[in-house]
C-alpha cells in the first residue's frame, strides 16, 4: 500500500509562498522579512501540534530552491552547501531533492540524508515510498515545498492532503500556489485559527472518490 502524501506550505492571504530572488542573505527572496512564518518563531507553543506534524514524516520531497540559493552545477570548491538548517536538519529522515544536477547523497546528523534526484517528480515519489516501506513504520510522505514543486505533485494527482497555514498578510507579488493548475476538488478538513496564523486542512479528492 502506497503511503499517503502530505504537503504543507505557508501561505500570505492572496497566495503566495515565495517571493523572487532568493538569495542566502534572503531564504524567502523579496518577500518583507518573516511574515509568512511569524507563527513559527513568535509563537511556536501554540502551533506545536502542526509543527510536529511537518517534521514527522517518514520520508520527505522538496525542491532545489528549498534546499538553498545555490544554482547552476553543484560547487566542488570550498565549503559545499548542506542546507538552511545547520548541521542537524529537522527531517530526521530521507529527503529527496529534486534537482538538474547530479550530487552524491549528503547525510547529516540526526539521521536526515540528502538525496539528489535528476529524473523528476515522478522517480522522487517512487524513491520516497521506497523510503518509507524500507522503514516499515507506515509513515507518510511530504512534499516540503517550494511552490512549483507542490504546484507540480498537484498536477500529477500525487497529492493527498494539504496543510495550509494562512498569514494575515497580503503580499501582492512572488511565487503563487495553485498557479496555473486546472480544477483541482479538494475537501476541507479542518480549520484552526491561531493568533497568528490559520492552520487549513485540505484532502484533495482523486477521480472517482
Known sequence: MAAPVHATMSLSLDGYGAGSGQTLESPMGDLPGPALHRWMFETPEENAEEQAHIVGASAYIMGRNMFGPVRGEWPVDGEPWTGWWGPEPPYHAPVFVLTHHEREPLEMAGGTTFHFVTDGIHSAFEQAQAAVRERGDDGRIHIAGGVSTINQYLAAGLIDELHL?????????GERLFEGLGHIPLEQV??????LVTHVVYRVLKPGA
Open 190 to 195: 479542518s480549520i484552526t485559527p491561531k493568533s
Open 165 to 173: 497555514q494562512i498569514s494575515p498578510v497580503i503580499l501582492g507579488h
